[in-house]
């Protein structure tokens, strides 16, 4: 089973910044189109983001645009997940998946990372 990794989750202040990582030695990036969601207790997974490799689309929940920037790292087999102006609602564990297309639905991703926790707190 391919398993994505993601990294950079950490504890930071509102207002601040962080960049999530997500990689995998099993696959190449470049041929998926790679989404981001995110899950609090008790709540679904919610969709965040996704960039398409196959045609360099950018997609972004209302939640989230204009403070997040999803890409395409230049070395490396690795999207990333830029968050700016982080706010309270955007605490959860940080999940990327991997499709052929973009998709907003969980059931629809091939292949998952295991999630980085993402604390939002003063």
């Known amino acids: 089973q391919v398993r994505l990794v993601e990294s950079g989750g950490t504890l930071e202040q509102p207002g601040g910044s962080l960049r999530l990582s997500c990689t995998t030695s099993e696959l190449e990036l470049d041929s998926y189109a790679i989404a981001w969601f995110r899950q609090v207790p008790g709540k679904e997974r919610e969709w965040v983001s996704c960039?398409?490799?196959?045609?360099?689309?950018?997609h972004y929940a209302d939640s989230v645009k204009g403070r997040f920037t999803v890409s395409r790292e230049s070395t490396g087999n690795v999207v990333s997940l830029q968050m700016n102006n982080l706010k309270a609602e955007d605490a959860g564990v940080y999940y990327c998946a991997a499709d052929w297309l973009c998709s907003e639905r969980v059931e629809y991703q091939r292949y998952w990372g295991q999630g980085t926790q993402v604390t939002v707190s003063p």
């Open positions: 960039f398409n490799n196959n045609d360099g689309t950018r």
